[in-house]
């Protein structure tokens, strides 16, 4: 039934480690996007595919590289953990052609580094 | 750069009030968004509004856009403790995709 699901929930672990986050969609949608929230629930884009392309990068550090293996998954991985890295991923998605273009959001991933 | 932004930012109310929350942004846009966020939840989708003097309203909440003022509200009518969350408009720039969040605004509604 889950429209946008995420894994894992909670991430904990330790500077300088590696880390993947998934997501996958079950709504059709075209585009995926991944979104980070900070400390302060300031909400930004990091990245956002087009049936498989990539589409919005934004000025995220090379350290992030997001994989879209088909147009109903988008992970994110992320090399050599920084604490400063400590956010709440969110992944969405939407149908980028229609009109509305509403964005349907995941659960959340809350990653902290320490 | 497209801005956003919301006021207030911070908002305590009594039960039964009436208030309003305010959404500018800084570019043409024709595609504005409301989301509602739980403490520890993620983002609710309230309200789509696309053209200029849209107004769409579900239970005591309303929102309109006026595309030339680039300014929305979310008006909250007889306000109840359900509603205490974190609003946030975000709104995408004509021709593109991606939703540019405002700061939000964190309300509490008192009993």
């Known amino acids: 039934d889950t429209a946008v699901s995420q894994t894992p929930k909670y991430l904990v672990t330790q500077m300088g480690n590696d880390k993947s986050i998934k997501c996958e969609q079950n709504?059709?949608?075209?585009?995926m996007y991944w979104y980070k929230q900070d400390s302060k629930k300031f909400l930004k884009i990091m990245f956002s595919y087009n049936n498989k392309e990539l589409i919005i990068n934004e000025t995220v550090p090379n350290r992030f590289s997001p994989k879209s293996p088909d147009k109903a998954h988008l992970n994110l991985h992320i090399n050599s953990l920084e604490l400063g890295d400590s956010a709440v991923y969110f992944c969405?998605?939407?149908?980028?052609?229609?009109?509305?273009?509403?964005?349907?959001f995941g659960p959340g991933t809350r990653l902290t580094v320490l | 750069e497209l801005k956003v932004e919301q006021n207030p930012l911070f908002l305590s109310m009594q039960e039964g009030k009436n208030y309003t929350i305010y959404c500018n942004y800084s570019?043409?846009?024709?595609?504005l968004y409301w989301y509602r966020q739980d403490p520890g939840k993620s983002l609710e989708s309230l309200f789509v509004l696309l053209s200029n003097g849209a107004v769409k309203q579900e239970g005591r909440l309303m929102a309109s856009l006026d595309t030339k003022a680039r300014l929305s509200t979310l008006h909250i009518t007889a306000a109840v403790h359900d509603l205490s969350a974190t609003y946030f408009c975000a709104v995408i720039r004509t021709s593109g995709s991606r939703l540019t969040f405002g700061e939000g605004t964190q309300l509490t509604v008192n009993p």
């Open positions: 969405a998605s939407g149908q980028a052609v229609s009109s509305y273009n509403e964005q349907f």
């Open positions: 570019t043409t846009s024709d595609r």
């Open positions: 709504l059709g949608h075209d585009t």
